[in-house]
């Protein structure tokens, strides 16, 4: 048994020697601003926006790492078009180091599967909590985090809308997405969780109908809860976007010209606004303590 611990030690040391020879060590100085998106049901494309928002922002030159965290869900792999061999779980279990759970996704964003190890880092040592956060930041490089989250406000879902410096709600028309997106800003409003939410309305035949949904929401939010609605634009129903999910491929690559594609383009843009996207940001030091604040280290 301690042969195999010393081993696996070994292993681990070699990888993040290998990693740390072609990332350099980040600043302090080094800002990372967090995104979580969130839904009120399945279905709405919340995985296919996020995966096709963070390739947008890489594109305008952002460095991006995407944390797929619909626990037990994660299904961002597929629509990339790779495969998870280790996830958090596997690190957290001491099976890989925090270099092999990062895996190179399209134009260059990173991509981490959190698998069922975000369900266990409540119940870590402080110390293995300490080691996951300290080797993550060690490895800089990303300076926007894009969290899927799975559908609806569980536990996971609400640790890491607190995490996050800004929230994006993805919603369609369809009166079930709308009323079940309600239930998100309610809960989100309910705890104090944060002041304002971007909305994303996917899936809209029309400027007519994407508007109608954001002015039915954002009525409701300024009758009823505390919290502002942010209109960052919508996704039209866009049969290549359907194409490039059977084909395991993001939109925004396979059909650059898509109606859809452009869509995508736009509202990264209105998120990366330099105005909007300097608010809430934090150093590598202030992310830190942002992870211990979310697992109670």
Do not use: W
């Not at 998870?84 to 180091?97: M, N, T």
């Amino acid at each position: 048994m301690t042969d195999q611990a010393e081993s696996l030690r070994q292993k681990i040391l070699a990888a993040r020697e290998k990693k740390q020879r072609v990332i350099s060590q980040p600043k302090e100085e080094s800002l990372v601003k967090i995104y979580a998106v969130v839904s009120g049901k399945g279905g709405v494309g919340k995985t296919n926006i996020s995966v096709n928002l963070a390739i947008a922002m890489a594109k305008k030159g952002k460095r991006v790492l995407l944390l797929d965290a619909d626990i037990g869900m994660t299904n961002a792999d597929i629509i990339m078009g790779i495969h998870y061999e280790k996830d958090l779980f596997d690190y957290l279990a001491g099976r890989a180091s925090i270099e092999e759970i990062i895996y190179d996704g399209p134009m260059g964003i990173q991509v981490i599967s959190g698998g069922a190890g975000l369900l266990e880092m409540d119940q870590l040592s402080k110390e293995a909590q300490e080691r996951f956060i300290e080797e993550l930041l060690s490895l800089g490089g990303f300076d926007i985090m894009i969290i899927d989250n799975g559908a609806g406000m569980g536990k996971e879902a609400l640790q890491f809308v607190t995490f996050a410096h800004e929230v994006i709600l993805v919603t369609t028309p369809e009166p079930t997405a709308v009323t079940d997106g309600y239930r998100v800003l309610k809960t989100i409003s309910h705890y104090g969780l944060k002041e304002s939410v971007k909305l994303i309305v996917n899936k809209v035949p029309s400027t007519a109908v994407g508007e109608e949904t954001f002015e039915k929401l954002s009525y409701t939010c300024n009758s009823f809860l505390s919290i502002k609605l942010e209109n960052c634009g919508y996704v039209f129903t866009d049969t290549r976007l359907e194409k490039a999910i059977m084909a395991q491929e993001p939109v925004l690559l396979s059909y650059p010209n898509a109606l859809s594609s452009g869509n995508i383009e736009s509202i990264a843009g209105i998120i990366l606004e330099e105005h909007v996207f300097v608010k809430n940001i934090s150093t590598l030091k202030q992310l830190g303590n942002r992870f211990r604040k979310i697992f109670g280290t």
